[in-house]
């Protein structure tokens, strides 16, 4: 059974910093393709970030571009979203997730395994 575990969100200020992570069981993640989403209230599900099982193929949504990085760690099973520069429109609950897959996705569809989320809220 997988099951990813997010930590990390809360409230912070408008230009501040948080590190998002993922703890799963279950799956190695490092042989998966992974990313993360957010669901704003009355918003559809995006992904943000996501990263190929090797590392060598990444997608950032252009909302985030140069302020957000997908990373993982290989001997803790984890994955992580550093998120800097943040703003008031980044507000949302954050989910992390895993394809069955080694490519990137981008679509909700195409992931198999989900966090129960965790919310972060910036305040302008």
């Known amino acids: 059974q997988v099951q990813l575990t997010e930590s990390g969100g809360g409230l912070v200020q408008a230009g501040g910093s948080l590190r998002l992570s993922c703890a799963a069981s279950?799956?190695?993640?490092?042989?998966?393709?992974t990313g993360w989403f957010r669901q704003a209230p009355g918003k559809e599900r995006e992904c943000v970030a996501a990263i190929s099982a090797t590392g060598g193929a990444t997608y950032y949504a252009d909302s985030v571009k140069g302020r957000f990085t997908i990373s993982g760690d290989n001997a803790k099973n984890e994955m992580y979203l550093q998120m800097n520069n943040l703003e008031p429109a980044d507000t949302a609950v954050y989910y992390c997730?895993?394809?069955?897959?080694?490519?990137?996705?981008?679509?909700?569809?195409?992931?198999?395994?989900w966090g129960q989320g965790t919310q972060v809220t910036v305040s302008s």
């Open positions: 997730a895993v394809r069955n897959s080694q490519l990137v996705g981008v679509y909700t569809w195409a992931y198999d395994y």
């Open positions: 279950g799956r190695t993640l490092s042989n998966y393709a």
